[in-house]
Antibody, heavy 116, light 110 residues
Framework: QVQLVQSGAEVKKPGASVKVSCKASGYTFTDYYMHWVRQAPGQGLEWMGVINPSGDIITYAQNFQGRVTMTRDTSTSTVYMELSSLKSEDTAVYYC?????????WGQGTMVTVSS | QAGLTQPPSVSKGLRQTATLTCTGNSNNVGNQGAAWVQQHQGHPPKLLSYRNNNRPSGISERLSASRSGNTASLTISGLQPEDEANYYCSAWDSSLSAWVFGGGTKLTVL
């Protein structure tokens, strides 16, 4: 079954970091780029960045430069997104999504709550 | 980063036709075209159309997409209750070297 399975919900304090994982299965992991997109409560979708399977092509959205790090582990077909210096405005659902010219497969989402 | 422009809401009656629009510029929609995703409350997005009018397998033929200049459109005919959802367009922006999304359109089926 082709799917992306993400790690569970997180609650973090302001200033902390969070690392979300996304495990791919059912397709050749090394053939496709993986993106991260977030959605604040009641808001739209916001692109965060992309990593290629070999990990040597990584692009971050300007809004997250310096705070986000995307990595991958090809041995487990897993990508990771770490966001640091968390603020309350980072409270959102974070999605990984596979790209084939468009975002054709999405993870179930990981809720990250930033609260003191 | 600049995004794409979508009307916040569209309302149509059951079995009617709805057309959703997405306006960008020559660096995104006008260049690469747009993709459309549907999102029901509490669920992840689902791809409906990409590169203007390519539908993934399993997507209803009631949906069709097109582009005219810098504006992409998604037309849903024979509206059903399950079509009530939020719809987002997206495109690669070559000047920003970033993907951009529209703000989303909430489609209500009356």
């Amino acid at each position: 079954q082709v799917q992306l399975v993400q790690s569970g919900a997180e609650v973090k304090k302001p200033g902390a970091s969070v690392k979300v994982s996304c495990k791919a299965s059912g397709y050749t992991f090394t053939d496709y780029y993986m993106h991260w997109v977030r959605q604040a409560p009641g808001q739209g979708l916001e692109w965060m960045g992309v990593i290629n399977p070999s990990g040597d092509i990584i692009t971050y959205a300007q809004n997250f430069q310096g705070r986000v790090t995307m990595t991958r582990d090809t041995s487990t077909s897993t990508v990771y997104m770490e966001l640091s210096s968390l603020k309350s405005e980072d409270t959102a659902v974070y999605y990984c999504t596979k790209e084939t010219g468009a975002f054709d497969l999405w993870g179930q989402g990981t809720m990250v709550t930033v609260s003191s | 980063q600049a995004g794409l422009t979508q009307p916040p809401s569209v309302s149509k009656g059951l079995r009617q036709t709805a057309t959703l629009t997405c306006t960008g510029n020559s660096n995104n929609v006008g260049n690469q075209g747009a993709a459309w995703v549907q999102q029901h409350q509490g669920h992840p997005p689902k791809l409906l159309s990409y590169r203007n009018n390519n539908r993934p397998s399993g997507i209803s033929e009631r949906l069709s997409a097109s582009r005219s200049g810098n504006t992409a459109s998604l037309t849903i005919s024979g509206l059903q209750p399950e079509d009530e959802a939020n719809y987002y367009c997206s495109a690669w922006d070559s000047s920003l070297s970033a993907w951009v999304f529209g703000g989303g359109t909430k489609l209500t089926v009356l």
